[in-house]
């Protein structure tokens, strides 16, 4: 399968502990599944420009964007499909994301830790 059309402009992309895949491009959030490509679900990152870091909790039930220009990162659940949390690093940026445990992500920025 070639996956260069699918992925030519993706500004991130993983995968999940059961196989789902999560791509971003400019700020839409793409989930599909990894053996279809089949699109499961999309969502519009309100007024980001670029998601720069995707990434799936352990239990692969959420998973986070960061858009890292905008300084926003959003937390969504896989079934139910939707926005679960917000958090605004303002100024600071948002330099990248990390989850903690299934429950809590870290968000950095170039000063420290939220």
Do not use: K, N
Not at 56 to 61: K, L, T, Y
């Amino acid at each position: 399968m070639d996956l260069s059309a699918l992925y030519r402009h993706t500004t991130a992309t993983v995968v999940s502990p059961d196989g789902f895949v999560l791509s971003a491009r400019g700020g839409t959030v793409v989930l599909r599944r990894s053996r279809s490509l089949e699109v499961i679900t999309s969502h519009v990152c309100a007024g980001a420009t670029s998601i720069a870091h995707l990434a799936f909790s352990p239990d692969g039930r959420h998973f986070v964007a960061c858009d890292e220009a905008g300084g926003r990162t959003w937390v969504f659940s896989v079934q139910p499909a939707g926005e679960t949390a917000r958090i605004d690093a303002g100024v600071e940026g948002c330099r990248g994301v990390r989850w903690l445990s299934d429950e809590a992500v870290a968000v950095w920025s170039e000063h420290g830790v939220r």
